[in-house]
């Protein structure tokens, strides 16, 4: 059975730091694309970062470059999020999904066919 796991998320201060992780079970990590999304309180779920199956090519949303850092451990089949200098705009319900069939690394929700169940973060002080 394909799942995924998100883990990692909680209350920071702005300018804190937290890592998500995603934790894979049912299937190798390394064969599929992974994204990280995020949704806000009445906005629509938009692309943060992803990284490409195999050869680990990443991509990050404007909002975030410089500041979020995406990874893989394929021992571990975990895929993290490492997000600095958070803002209260980043505040979210954060998720991570996969894509058996994108051969790059592409921020689009319908090319993802695996979801986890998201995990909140807030950034307030």
């Known amino acids: 059975q394909v799942q995924l796991v998100e883990s990692g998320g909680g209350l920071v201060q702005p300018g804190g730091s937290l890592r998500l992780s995603c934790a894979a079970s049912?299937?190798?990590?390394?064969?599929?694309?992974i994204g990280w999304f995020r949704q806000a309180p009445g906005k629509e779920r938009e692309g943060v970062s992803c990284?490409?199956?195999?050869?680990?090519?990443?991509s990050y949303a404007d909002s975030v470059k410089g500041r979020f850092t995406i990874s893989r451990d394929n021992v571990k089949n975990m895929v993290y999020l490492q997000m600095n200098s958070l803002k209260p705009e980043d505040t979210a319900v954060y998720y991570c999904?996969?894509?058996?069939?994108?051969?790059?690394?592409?921020?689009?929700?319908?090319?993802?066919?695996?979801w986890g169940q998201g995990t909140q973060v807030t950034v307030s002080s």
């Open positions: 999904a996969a894509s058996s069939f994108l051969t790059t690394c592409v921020m689009s929700k319908p090319m993802y066919d695996y």
């Open positions: 049912g299937f190798t990590l390394d064969d599929y694309a």
């Open positions: 990284i490409r199956r195999r050869y680990g090519s990443t």
